[in-house]
């Protein structure tokens, strides 16, 4: 049974910083493309970041870039989102999500997602 278990979410005033970790178990961690999606309130689904299998290339929405630093110990099996210079519209659900392409990963196409971990920016 595969298993992705976020944590690390929280209230952080604007300007903050939060790390979110996801744990995984269940699925060959090393072989997949490893996601970071957000859900804000009454909004869809938004892709934020993807990082490779080996962890050698990320990608960011623009919306983050610049801030957000995603990465991964294939080792400890952990996915991880630093998250700097918070700002309200940053709020959301956090979600972790594996995929086996970075184009599955970019339509937010996941066989596999967590349950999710809140984030929220406010003073």
């Known amino acids: 049974q595969v298993q992705l278990v976020e944590s690390g979410g929280g209230l952080v005033q604007p300007g903050g910083s939060l790390r979110l970790s996801c744990a995984a178990s269940?699925?060959?961690?090393?072989?997949?493309?490893m996601s970071w999606v957000r859900q804000a309130p009454g909004k869809g689904l938004e892709w934020v970041s993807v990082?490779?299998?080996?962890?050698?290339?990320?990608i960011y929405a623009d919306s983050v870039k610049g801030r957000f630093t995603i990465s991964r110990d294939n080792a400890k099996v952990t996915l991880y989102l630093q998250m700097n210079s918070l700002k309200p519209e940053d709020t959301a659900v956090y979600y972790c999500?594996?995929?086996?392409?970075?184009?599955?990963?970019?339509?937010?196409?996941?066989?596999?997602r967590g349950q999710g971990t809140q984030v929220s920016v406010s003073s």
């Open positions: 999500a594996a995929s086996l392409t970075k184009a599955s990963a970019t339509r937010l196409q996941y066989p596999y």
């Open positions: 269940g699925l060959s961690f090393s072989t997949y493309w």
């Open positions: 990082i490779n299998s080996s962890g050698g290339t990320t």
